[in-house]
């Protein structure tokens, strides 16, 4: 019965959708409809209303459904969703202040002669407007109304014309910022929590073991990453286009003739095109940029769009008026004396120490006044001129509740097909397709390719990717990244919003073109554009790195970046480690050569023997490397060979668990049957089924091979040997470093150490006055001076001895001597060896310390070099199949 109510959940969903109902209300609508209908059903003939629902019922579906309201707006993590209104305002703001038309005009100046030329401005114009909105609509429809008419006009052909401007305006889906990407990212994150759950549970089915190690887990995202995800690919459609139209412009010179300027090419000109094109391409780096240095979340990126897109309002609404540029100019100077004081000095109003201090923050104070006079200011002109602000306003209110509305009746539409065994018949059905994830993917990309024939993103982000992604997150074989599918799922849906007959681009397109401009001209035009799109999308697929390396590079060199030792990134910096210590064999044993021949008679026991045994176990690293890759071509070697057998039993096995779940489903409903103690043709059949799936699970076991078992337990020796290789070499670098940053810094402090002498001696005549509380003040004194010396624990240690021997009602002044004479003594051995040690072995400690940290100390730093997150980010940027570990 439950596929039943699955059906009608669906049906209902198509019929609100075509009748034109709109779809914040047909998602949640059709959901509570069917839940009802389903609990009333099953309270009326089977006494029971969770009777036909697959998983739970209809409370579970309420509080799920409850759970997902809270998430969208109560959870403090979540605040993915903030940047959609921010993003929202920065492009209707540009577009509503003619920003866009004023791009179009001067592009169109600047690249007519060339042939193509026009059609190359509006591809590079639709670029930048995509980087500043990311609102598809509002893009083609200002394009084709300011663009198609000159094109037309200056002789370009109907069909490259149309084509060229509603595959520019597309671009807005693509091209960070956009609102496509913030949803997508908010669903895959979600969709990641739910893939970790699936590969736990096969995980555990396969090995036994309940704890999935990390490095297993799959790859979430985030809206920042997504957008470094599809900046590369975005620029490579860009430039897909703007090579066919310039190809053919040459080919056929007629049909996009090169159109001349009129004015001259002066300086005039050169400041109109300046002043035109450097604000937009300032606020993208503002944005784009503050994310990709790490400097900005997307939140905070999407708020600097969004004050950056009103100081540009302001200057443009007043165009051609004295003063036009005053607050801009005002915002400028401002945020320029910030950054010079914040750059050049540390102002804390937490910790003001002197004069200077409070000048600073005046000066920051005055600055920063400045800035908001300069924003209020534009805002005040937006709002007195033709009203603008108001309509942005208006608009973002509209179209943030719109995206939050549906965000809701989705997520409600989700947890329902999720309550009938939807996700599980999708996944049942895509696990079943022979040719593994390749085949799962091409399906779930048809899917979508056509749904974008009827559904606008935002209902494709939140309903369809929610089913579909965590089965391919899932997927161990292909072990793709969350933000390579969210970009092949934008450029699919980028691509389907162009496809003839439904295309939402061509709708848009088709509302602005002039009557001379046919129809079929138009679906002519973008077929050339479509094919690049899908060159485009296979090139990303074909080629992870281009979507991966950007958020793996960011993220592996910001502030949070994981250690070098982190689980995740170990596998690659040990294979980059291993080319260095191919290239590097030589020079790295020669310093450990020199290392072993430093006197280190003179140290105490302790350090001599560490940095003894760190010499050694240095020595010991070229020959662990060496059989971990040993270990790693046997495991390579077998891998081929079992690989296929691996993925034909893990299928078997995986068969014979959905018959057993659906024997367990049975028994419980022939339960339910039997509850009465009476026999009739219902339970016959079940029990007649329940025979055949155990049959069906007896003859799917037999077709495992006879071999399994014993290649199986092969393929695991051979993991197992080189899992404790690698493990074996992990320790002897940690080993073979740990003792020389701390040595190092024993040496350094030596003259640190020494200026304490007179404080520590001075303690005889506090001991002999002994004046209570003020004696253990000054005692406790000298121990904290003494903490913030390397090594010198032993000597703080008597030290502490000698502040509790003169505690309490019964002091021990002659313990205390005791303790302090012997801290004396140590104290001068540690000075001794310290200094001796900066004249003698420092300096080629120093050295060797500097030859083999970035390799055999690689593990025990903070975090990779520049270099080094390049080769490991590439590296990362890779799917690797994961299957044969599950």
């Known amino acids: ?67 997902n309201f809270r998430g969208i707006y109560f959870e403090v993590e979540r605040d993915t969703l903030i940047a959609i209104p921010l993003f929202v305002f920065m492009g209707i703001m540009l577009q509503r202040s003619k920003v866009a038309e004023d791009l179009l005009i001067a592009m169109a100046q600047l690249f007519g002669p060339i042939p193509g ?75 990641t929590d739910r893939a ?123 165009a051609g008026e004295k003063g036009a540029f005053t607050p801009a100019i005002l915002a400028i100077i401002s945020v320029a004396g910030l950054a010079w004081l914040l750059n050049n000095h540390d102002i804390n109003v937490k910790n003001i120490t002197s004069q200077e201090d409070v000048i600073l923050i005046i000066l920051a104070l005055i600055a920063s006044l400045l800035f908001v006079a300069s924003l209020i200011w534009s805002g005040w002109r937006a709002h007195k001129i033709e009203g603008t602000l108001n309509y942005v306003m208006i608009e973002t209110a509209k179209t943030t509740s719109l995206v939050f509305i549906i965000l809701l009746g989705a997520a409600m539409l989700t947890a329902a097909f999720r309550a009938f065994g939807g996700e599980e018949l999708v996944r049942e059905f895509l696990t079943g397709l022979p040719g593994g994830f390749i085949t799962k993917f091409v399906v779930v ?59 939402f681009a061509l709708f848009y397109l088709r509302g602005v073109a002039p009557k001379i401009v046919k129809t079929i001209q138009m679906y002519k035009g973008v077929v050339p554009f479509i094919t690049l799109q899908l060159i485009g999308l296979a090139i990303v697929g074909m080629y992870p790195p281009l979507v991966n390396y950007l958020p793996n590079r960011v993220n592996l060199t910001s502030e949070t970046a994981p250690p070098p030792r982190n689980p995740r990134i170990s596998a690659c910096v040990e294979e980059g480690l291993f080319r260095v210590y191919d290239r590097d064999k030589e020079l790295i044993k020669g310093a450990i050569r020199e290392a072993k021949g430093m006197n ?63 024997i367990k489903e049975m028994e419980i409903q022939l339960r339910r049957l039997t509850r009465d103690g009476i026999e009739n043709n219902a339970v016959a059949t079940a029990k007649s089924r329940i025979e055949l799936l155990k049959a069906s699970r007896a003859a799917i076991n037999s077709q495992i091979p006879q071999q399994w078992k014993e290649m199986r ?38 003259e640190k150490l020494a200026v304490l002498e007179s404080s520590i001696k001075s303690l005889d005549k506090v001991i002999a006055s002994n004046a209570g509380e003020e004696t253990q003040k000054v005692i406790r004194k ?74 055999i100390g690689l593990r025990q730093q903070e975090r990779l070099t520049s270099d080094q997150a390049s080769e490991v980010a590439a590296c990362q940027s890779v799917h690797k199949d994961i299957s044969l570990s599950f």
């Open 1 to 67: 019965m439950e596929i039943v109510f699955l059906v009608i959940l669906i049906v209902l969903l198509i019929a609100a959708l075509a009748s034109g109902y709109p779809v914040a209300f047909a998602l949640p609508g059709s959901a509570i409809i069917t839940i009802g209908l389903a609990a009333l059903f099953g309270e009326i003939f089977a006494g029971d209303v969770g009777a036909y629902f697959s998983q739970g019922d209809p409370i579970q579906w309420f509080k799920a459904a409850v759970t």
């Open 117 to 191: 030329g026009l059609g190359i401005a509006v591809v590079f114009v639709g670029a930048l407007l995509a980087a500043t909105t990311g609102i598809v609509g509002a893009t083609v429809i200002a394009m084709g109304l300011i663009s198609l008419p000159v094109m037309l006009r200056n002789n370009y052909s109907s069909s490259l014309a149309t084509g060229t401007i509603a595959a520019s305006g597309t671009l807005g889906q693509i091209i960070p910022p956009s609102i496509v990407l913030i949803i997508l990212a908010d669903q895959l994150s979600s969709a």
């Open 196 to 318: 970790g759950t699936l590969r736990s549970a096969e995980f555990k089915a396969t090995t036994g073991s309940s704890n999935l190690p990390s490095m297993f887990e799959p790859t979430s995202t985030s809206a920042g990453e997504m957008f470094l995800g599809a900046l590369l690919p975005g620029l490579v459609l860009v430039g897909l286009y703007m090579v066919y139209i310039l190809i053919t412009a040459l080919i056929r010179p007629r049909v996009a003739p090169p159109v001349p300027f009129e004015g001259n090419y002066d300086f005039k000109f050169i400041r109109h095109v300046a002043l035109v094109l450097v604000p937009p391409l300032v606020l993208i780096f503002a944005v784009l940029g503050s994310i990709i240095l790490g400097i900005a979340t997307v939140n905070q990126a999407g708020a600097i769009g969004a004050v950056g897109a009103m100081m540009m309002a302001g200057y443009r609404l007043k």
């Open 445 to 503: 990309m048809a899917v979508i390719f056509i749904l974008g024939f009827f559904l606008d993103f935002i209902e494709i982000a939140v309903v369809v990717v929610p089913i579909i992604a965590p089965i391919l997150l899932a997927d161990t074989s292909a072990n793709v990244t969350g933000v390579w599918l969210g970009v092949m799922i934008g450029v699919n849906m980028q691509t389907s919003f162009l496809t003839p007959p439904f295309g």
């Open 600 to 662: 280190l008679g003179f140290l105490p026991e302790k350090q001599r023997t560490g940095l003894k045994e760190s010499f050694q176990a240095a020595d010991k690293t070229f020959g662990l490397v060496s059989k971990v890759k040993t270990a790693k071509k046997d495991l390579d070697n077998y891998i081929p060979g079992y690989r296929p057998l691996h993925r034909q039993v893990r299928n078997l096995q995986g068969n014979v668990r959905r018959i057993g779940e659906e």
């Open 713 to 750: 337990k092969r393929y695991q020796k051979l993991a197992k040997a080189e899992a404790n290789a690698r493990r074996k070499y992990r320790r002897n670098v940690d080993d073979a470093y740990d003792a020389i940053p701390g040595i190092l810094s024993i040496i350094a402090d030596a």
């Open 782 to 855: 000298v121990e904290i001076a003494l903490g913030k010396v390397a090594g010198s624990s032993a000597i703080k240690n008597k030290i502490s001895r000698v502040r509790r021997s003169l505690r309490g009602r019964k002091p021990k002044p002659d313990k205390a001597f005791s303790e302090l004479t012997k801290g004396l003594k140590i104290f001068a051995s540690e000075v001794t060896w310290r200094k001796r040690a900066q004249s003698e072995i420092e300096p080629q400690l120093k050295a060797y310390n500097e030859a083999i940290r970035l390799n």
